[in-house]
């Protein structure tokens, strides 16, 4: 029906950069809110960002003022750009997106995940 397909993780030092996309396809008739989690090896997963249809975001405190979450509504695609990063930001990064499907159902879709690395 609907799937996300994520790309842009990776290894990288502490205080460097990383920028995520997740692209929703499928039937999809409207997309509403996407968010970015995460999961760290050990650990429950955890909300990254969020943002809705309408551009407004929320953040997780540990995240605030080192990245910023983006969409375009053409492409039906997040991003997160992610700054300073740190050796605890390693974990697995998921996409997430609530969708209605052409069919008119509510869906909760989530990405295969990303992993990011950050070496100290």
């Known amino acids: 029906q609907v799937q996300l397909v994520e790309s842009g993780g990776g290894l990288v030092q502490a205080g460097g950069s990383l920028r995520l996309s997740c692209a929703a396809s499928?039937?999809?008739?409207?997309?509403?809110?996407m968010g970015w989690y995460r999961q760290a090896p050990g650990a429950q997963r955890e909300l990254v960002a969020l943002?809705?249809?309408?551009?407004?975001?929320n953040y997780a405190d540990s995240m605030k003022g080192r990245c910023t979450i983006s969409r375009d509504n053409a492409k039906n695609t997040v991003y997160l750009q992610m700054n300073s990063l740190r050796p605890e930001d390693t974990a697995v990064y998921y996409c997430?997106?609530?969708?209605?499907?052409?069919?008119?159902?509510?869906?909760?879709?989530w990405g295969q995940g990303t992993l990011v690395t950050v070496s100290s």
């Open positions: 943002i809705t249809s309408s551009g407004f975001t």
């Open positions: 997430n997106a609530n969708c209605i499907s052409t069919a008119l159902s509510d869906l909760d879709v």
């Open positions: 499928g039937s999809i008739f409207r997309v509403n809110a």
